[in-house]
Each structure stands twice: as C-alpha cells, then as structure tokens.
C-alpha cells in the first residue's frame, strides 16, 4: 500500500472501520513510522504490513524499538508517519476490537484474578466468560488468589487473560510469555493457535526465538529502529540460518593447524549428508570445521553423516566428550543478521544429541 492509500485508509469513516479487517485488507499498515526520545531514535521509519488472521512476530534486540513499535500501532504513543489499524487512525480504532498486552502491565493489585479478568471482561459490550478465559491461561485452579500473592509467572498468564477476554479481532501481545514457566508457555501458545485459527490476528513481540519460529506466520527483526529482514520464518532460516552444523566437544583440548588439515581432508571424503545446492544442507564446497572454544564445529553435516564424522575423528585419534547436532534456526537468523555470535541450539524436536564415550575406537 502506498502512502495515499495508507492516508485514505486513516480517513476510512466509522461504518468501513466497524467491518475493516475482517475482508482481505492488511490489518495493520504502518509506513515510515518515527518515533525519537530526545536524540534517541527509536524509531527509524519503519514499513510493517500484517495481514487478516496472520500471526505477526517481532523480534530483535534490546532497545530495537520493539515496544515504541507497538505503542505506535495501538495509539499508545504519538509517532510520525503513517498508520492504520483495521483501518482507522490507532487511536480512534475501536477498542473493542483491539486486545492489548503490554509489556509492562500494572493492573490494580488488590482483585483476585478472576476478578481481575471480570473487571476487564466489563469494560466491553461483549465478553467471553472469565472461567475458560482463565481456563485457557492456565490459572482455573489460582484465580481466588489475589493478584498481589501471585507469582510472576501467574501474574504475566492472568494479563494474557485481561488482553483476551474481549476476544480481539486484533491481538497485540508485547513479550507474553515473560516469567512463564514451561507448562504455562504451552497453555499462552496453544491460545495464541486457536485464537489465529479462529481468525484473530496477532501481533507477537518476544524474545523467545522458539515460540516466535512456532507461531508466526511471518516475522520482522527490527535492529536499532529498522527492520532489517521480514518473511515467513522457514524463509528466513534458509536465507540467514547458515548450514546444519554439530558440535564436537573436546573438553576443551584444541586440535593443532595439521590435525585440523587431515581432519578436514577426512570430511572431505566421507559421506557427510546428502549435497543441497540451496543453502540449506551441506555446502556446495562439502562440510567445513572450524575450531571452538570447546572443540570444533562441522558446518554442513546431516544427521546420516555424524557416522563419518567420528570416522574421520577416529582417523586423526580424537577423542571427544560430546557430539551435538543442530539444524539452523530463527535464532540463528536472529544472531547472524544482530552481528552476535551464535550458539548451537540443542535438544528440541529439531536437534539431536549424540554422547560419545570418548569416540568409538
Ligand atoms: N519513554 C522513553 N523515554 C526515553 N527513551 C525511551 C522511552 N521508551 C523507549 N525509549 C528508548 O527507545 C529505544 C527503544 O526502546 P524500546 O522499549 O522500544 O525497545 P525494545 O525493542 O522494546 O527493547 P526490549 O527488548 O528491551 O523490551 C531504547 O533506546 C529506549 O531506551
């Protein structure tokens, strides 16, 4: 969408505003949006579409603008730019269309959760019912508690519920899962599928690069102000991830530049996986190692090649604590395209551990 439109779309009047977003219009249109305190620029003219029913993830940095971000959309903030949200202005968007979960959340603290959730539920002309929005947040069994006695944990689950309890058609969730311990993640996520599955399009900020390679359709990494990369998350992954690589800990020891020469000439040989010639399996060139500060690294192997690699360990007399096999994903994205160093993601449906003996020799 261009500005003119984007501008026609803030000036939309208040009938096409009751039913936008429900059609095949983007949900959320910003373009060049800016946002600076003082000679902080938080915001650096920033262009993000979200369509109808999509779930919208946002990652990126401390300080990235993450948060100024989604204030700007949902009129929490003044910014420049243009905006329009189900296709008004943020803030004359009608609230009852709209969930909120801020990252900071400070209800009143001397409600039970449950009443907590009701008193939300009546600030809307309709409201699901408290006990299966609770339900679904997981605090069923703790909503007599008063907030003040929750944990942090059950604190960040019952302001997932306030957010939701009007059943949005437009969901923003800043860093949910915050503080949420395993099970409870689960119950937000399993929430967040059903909420999309029934049409409800989320914007999702976290850092937790799982949950966010999970549920969103489509994620933005904004870097100082900028979205540096947006797409589908498998797409990002094959662009950005880098190689399948395993991680062999050698308890610290370190393999001199001949060694690494034979061990390398041995890979080279070896049947490490099968050749892809996109980028997203072994390179075109045939795995490569490098050294760690545990070991060594060997990009580009495929689970059916670890064989060969302690093969070829075995050739050169290695002997290794530990062999971990990772395939890349967004928070490799998210490391390569934020200039961090990246660390192996191990365990999870996507990887898999080997635990040597010291080699099989
Ligand atoms: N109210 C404010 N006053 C001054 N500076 C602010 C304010 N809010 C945000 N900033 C600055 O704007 C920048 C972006 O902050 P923002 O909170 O949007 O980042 P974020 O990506 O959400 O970070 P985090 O991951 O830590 O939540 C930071 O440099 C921050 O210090």
């Known amino acids: 969408m261009n500005e003119t439109t ?19 219009d983007p949900v959320v249109v910003g373009e060049g949006v800016r946002k600076s305190y003082g000679d902080v620029v938080a915001l650096d003219g920033v262009d993000v579409t979200v369509e109808p029913g999509e779930v919208f993830g946002l990652i990126g940095p401390n300080g990235a603008g993450k948060t100024t971000l989604v204030r700007a959309l949902t009129g ?34 001397r409600l039970t959760a449950r009443e907590l959730v009701g008193y939300y539920g009546g600030l809307y002309d309709e409201a699901r019912e408290v006990e299966a929005v609770l339900r679904d947040v997981g605090m069923a069994d703790d909503a007599d508690a008063w907030y003040e006695t929750l944990s942090g944990g059950q604190r960040r689950r019952t302001c997932v519920a306030t957010a939701v309890v009007n059943d949005p058609d437009l969901l923003f969730l800043d860093e949910p899962t915050t503080g949420i311990d395993p099970a409870g993640r689960r119950s937000i996520h399993r929430l967040v599928e059903r909420l999309a599955a029934a049409g ?92 760690t500060a545990d070991g060594l690294r060997v990009l580009g192997v495929r689970p059916e090649g670890i064989g060969a690699v302690v093969d070829a360990l075995g050739t050169i007399g290695v002997e290794f604590e530990s062999l971990t096999w990772a ?8 490391l390569r395209l934020t200039g961090e160093e990246y660390s192996p993601r191990a365990g999870g449906t996507a990887s898999g551990d080997v635990t040597g003996d010291g080699g099989d020799r």
């Open 76 to 109: 929490t903030t003044d910014a420049e730019g243009s905006i329009a949200v189900l296709g008004s202005a943020p803030d004359a968007v009608d609230p009852q269309r709209i969930g909120l979960l801020p990252q900071s959340f400070d209800p009143p603290e």
């Open 200 to 291: 409800t399009t989320v914007f999702l900020t976290s850092h937790a690069m799982d949950e966010v390679e999970r549920l969103a359709d489509r994620v933005a990494l904004l870097r100082g102000g900028s979205v540096v990369a947006v797409g589908a998350p498998a797409d990002l992954i094959a662009e950005h991830g880098g190689h399948p690589r395993l991680e062999v800990d050698l308890d610290g020891s370190r393999l001199d530049d001949a060694e690494m020469e034979t061990l390398a000439g041995a890979l080279e040989e070896s049947e490490t996986g099968a050749v892809a010639e996109d980028g997203t399996g072994t390179p075109a060139d045939g795995p490569t190692v490098e050294s």
């Open 6 to 24: 984007a501008r026609s779309a803030v000036d939309a009047d208040a009938a096409d505003a009751d039913t936008a977003g429900t059609g095949d």
């Open 327 to 334: 395939e890349p994903s967004l928070e490799d994205v998210y």
